[in-house]
T-cell receptor
Framework: DTAVSQTPKYLVTQMGNDKSIKCEQN?????MYWYKQDSKKFLKIMFS???????INETVPNRFSPKSPDKAHLNLHINSLELGDSAVYFC????????????FGSGTQLSVL | GEDVEQSLFLSVREGDSSVINCTYT??????LYWYKQEPGAGLQLLTY?????DMKQDQRLTVLLNKKDKHLSLRIADTQTGDSAIYFC??????????FGKGTHLIIQP
C-alpha cells in the first residue's frame, strides 16, 4: 500500500491551461504539504495545510491553489499554466507533534509546452 | 541567512567513505533530517537526529551534529554504486514544515 500517492505521475500540457494534481495519504496524518522541485533539483515548500489552516509560501503565485476535501487529501490546482511552472511537484504528509517524519509521494512531473 | 546550505557535488571512490556536510539556520530546530533521492524517484527518509544528540549511527550511516556551529554531517561508510543519489539535508521548522538544502549529488567513481 502506497502511503502518500499522487496522480498523475506525468502531466504534459499547453500554456494557459488549467490543471490539477491529486494527493492522498493513508497514514492518518493531520498535515499535508506541497513542494516544488525545479530543474536544478532545488526543493521549495509551497503550502502546508493542517486542520483547515493553510500556510502559504508568499513566493507562490496565486494561480496555485490547494484544495483539501478532507484530512486525507490535498489537491493542487494550477490556473493559466506558464512555462516556468514546469517542475516536479511533490506531495508530503506527517503528523504534527514535533519531529514527526515527513513522507513524500513519488512526484508529478509537470511539463508546460 | 535563511537557507540550509550544502555543497552541490561530492565525488568519491567506491569503497571509500563519503562525508556530506550541511549548515542549517534555525537553532530551535528539534530534528534534522537526511533524505535521499535516486534518479526519477521521490524523496526517501534516510535518517534523522534529535537536536540533543551529537551522533547517531545506523549501519553504514553516521550522523554528526554540532549544534553550536549549526553543522550537520552524514558519513556513508564503504560507499557503493547504489549510494549514487542526491542527498538532502533538512531542518524542521514545525508548522512550516521541513526546509531543505539544495541537495548534494554524490558521484561514485569505480
Amino acid at each position: 500500500d502506497t502511503a502518500v500517492s499522487q496522480t498523475p505521475k506525468y502531466l504534459v500540457t499547453q500554456m494557459g491551461n488549467d490543471k490539477s494534481i491529486k494527493c492522498e495519504q493513508n497514514l492518518g496524518h493531520d498535515t499535508m504539504y506541497w513542494y516544488k522541485q525545479d530543474s536544478k533539483k532545488f526543493l521549495k515548500i509551497m503550502f502546508s495545510y493542517n486542520n483547515k489552516e493553510l500556510i502559504i509560501n508568499e513566493t507562490v503565485p496565486n494561480r496555485f491553489s490547494p484544495k483539501s476535501p478532507d484530512k486525507a487529501h490535498l489537491n493542487l490546482h494550477i490556473n493559466s499554466l506558464e512555462l516556468g511552472d514546469s517542475a516536479v511537484y511533490f506531495c508530503a504528509s506527517r503528523s504534527t507533534g514535533g519531529g514527526e517524519k515527513l513522507f513524500f509521494g513519488s512526484g508529478t512531473q509537470l511539463s508546460v509546452l | 541567512g535563511e537557507d540550509v546550505e550544502q555543497s552541490l557535488f561530492l565525488s568519491v571512490r567506491e569503497g571509500d567513505s563519503s562525508v556530506i556536510n550541511c549548515t542549517y539556520t534555525d537553532s530551535s530546530s528539534t530534528y534534522l533530517y537526511w533524505y535521499k533521492q535516486e534518479p526519477g524517484a521521490g524523496l526517501q527518509l534516510l535518517t534523522y537526529i534529535f537536536s540533543n544528540m551529537d551522533m547517531k549511527q545506523d549501519q553504514r550511516l553516521t550522523v554528526l551534529l554540532n549544534k553550536k556551529d549549526k553543522h550537520l554531517s552524514l558519513r556513508i561508510a564503504d560507499t557503493q554504486t547504489g549510494d549514487s543519489a542526491i542527498y538532502f539535508c533538512a531542518e524542521d521548522r514545525g508548522a512550516d514544515g521541513l526546509t531543505f538544502g539544495k541537495g548534494t549529488h554524490l558521484i561514485i567513481q569505480p
